[in-house]
């Protein structure tokens, strides 16, 4: 069921939120032990009472906002009032958010219920929903394989049933990757489309709130929910959304770039398959053109210096005086300091704080960080040349099937199977994955990715191509 549906449902007493809310946490009951998508359920007797509210007001037949009775989870590094936010950080272990972000305010004026917070690796570093003090999160679709991450949580929440959209962020990937490894569907906006208010800083120049879904209609119709400017961050706009409800608009004589040097660097064979039949069928239905994009692959390195060198900046906050948790036995400041961040930071977060601190080093900004800004522009400039030929184009969103947990990668590889999202974070442009097969029984995502702004055409069109390839 849609939200569209569900409403209509409600409306007509077909069924109530409180019916819907049992039946969500009677799936999570099932599956929630095996799965791990959550890092906080709120608690059952207060949803409940939510959901009985809501199904009070239905019956009284008042005019009720959009989202009435709508249960959403959100990631774990954004901010929901009075839950922990964690961003699955030991550092963060014991923080709670004193204020909702501006995209969960806007859920909850309109009518959502909060369900819970959902599992992400560390501060949202990562592509596998591993590295989680809450441990790995596991694919509903094959419980052996990663979810894709970071938004993994997210994303198996959704995929498993257990709630029909979820909040995710995406700084380099991380909702899109997951929705391609999850079976489900993940828009990224446009940068700045939706405040980042509340969102814990990674990257700022390329954190966005995303969403995760079943489908293209729910994912989307949350965005138009969130989206808009607000004055707690500078960097959000208004950029054009339709109403909350109102059809996709109508997509006559679109033209459909597909990326041309994907040759080049392609994805592995079962992706390459998927990848060829999702094209093929669309050919009948959409004029198809090859573009070219020869600079995107760039992106990777480019990628890997902007943001951990933002994120080593961002990430300076975390000094154990102001946010919780700290080590209790040192003798000086400093040494609490350097303990409670030695010990608080996993791994993977670390490097990334140590790679931003060198790159941004004096002497060595210029080698390093000012080439990986050349060499963003340039990005966007292949695109910019690009969509004066067509108005979207497609990329497989993974150049990898989802893999098996605790599999042995380096971190270069992992990075490197971020190929194909990042370019879009790098130039800011609005993108939706969308599942677009099944190969050795396991799905393939292709992303939609459209003009800066052109958000709602990006989404009528993924509609459009989700049902050629359902
Ligand atoms: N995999 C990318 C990274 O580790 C993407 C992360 C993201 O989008 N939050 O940085």
Request: proline share 5%; glycine share 8%; with cysteine.
């Amino acid at each position: 069921m849609t939200i569209k549906e569900l409403r209509k449902r409600f409306i007509s007493g077909e069924l109530t939120p409180l019916e819907y809310m049992e039946e969500l946490l009677e799936t999570i009951r099932q599956k929630e032990r095996k799965i791990n998508a959550f890092t906080h359920l709120e608690k059952t007797d207060t949803l409940l009472k939510e959901a009985e509210l809501w199904t009070e007001k239905y019956k009284s037949g008042e005019e009720l906002p959009p989202l009435a009775g709508i249960p959403v989870a959100i990631k774990d590094n954004i901010a929901v009032k009075d839950m922990p936010l964690t961003c699955a950080s030991k550092i963060l272990q014991e923080f709670t958010s004193p204020y909702d972000a501006t995209a969960v305010r806007k859920l909850k004026e309109a009518g959502a219920i909060i369900i819970g917070k959902t599992n992400l690796d560390e501060f949202a570093m990562g592509s596998t929903t591993e590295f989680s003090i809450f441990g790995p999160t596991h694919n509903p679709v094959d419980l052996e394989r990663v979810p894709g991450g970071s938004s993994g949580g997210s994303a198996a929440s959704v995929a498993a049933g257990m709630v029909p959209v979820a909040l995710g962020s995406d700084t380099g990937g991380s909702v899109r990757q997951p929705a391609s490894f999850t079976d489900t569907v993940g828009i990224k906006p446009s940068y700045g489309m939706v405040s980042r208010y509340g969102l814990v800083a990674f990257a700022s120049s390329l954190d966005q709130i995303g969403v995760l879904a079943k489908n293209v209609e729910d994912a989307s119709l949350i965005i138009r929910v969130i989206a808009g400017k607000d004055k707690y961050d500078a960097t959000s706009r208004e950029l054009s959304v339709k109403n909350i409800f109102d059809a996709f608009e109508t997509i006559d004589g679109v033209k459909i770039g597909v990326w041309k040097e994907l040759d080049n660097h392609p994805a592995e064979d079962g992706v390459m398959k998927v990848w060829d039949d999702a094209i093929m069928k669309a050919s009948k239905e959409f004029q198809m053109i090859p573009v070219s994009l020869p600079d995107i692959a760039s992106g990777i390195a480019s990628y890997y210096l902007i943001a951990p060198a933002e994120a080593s900046a961002n990430l300076a906050r975390y000094d154990g005086v102001r946010y919780a948790w700290r080590v209790l036995d040192a003798s000086t400041y400093k040494e609490m300091v350097k303990r409670t961040r030695t010990i608080g930071f996993g791994k993977e977060v670390k490097r990334r704080i140590m790679i931003g601190t060198f790159a941004l080093s004096a002497g060595y900004q210029d080698a390093f960080y000012k080439k990986a800004v050349a060499m963003r522009y340039r990005i966007m400039q292949n695109f910019e040349e690009a969509f004066k030929q067509v108005d979207v184009i497609l990329v497989p969103t993974s150049p990898k099937l989802p893999w098996k947990i605790g599999q042995k990668m380096s971190p270069s590889e992992v990075y490197k199977a971020d190929l194909y999202t990042i370019p879009v974070n790098l130039a800011g442009l609005p993108a939706v994955s969308i599942p677009a097969g099944y190969v050795d029984n396991l799905p393939v995502g292709i992303q939609v990715i459209g003009k800066y702004g052109e958000d709602e055409k990006v989404w009528a069109v993924a509609d459009k191509l989700m049902g050629l390839w359902r």
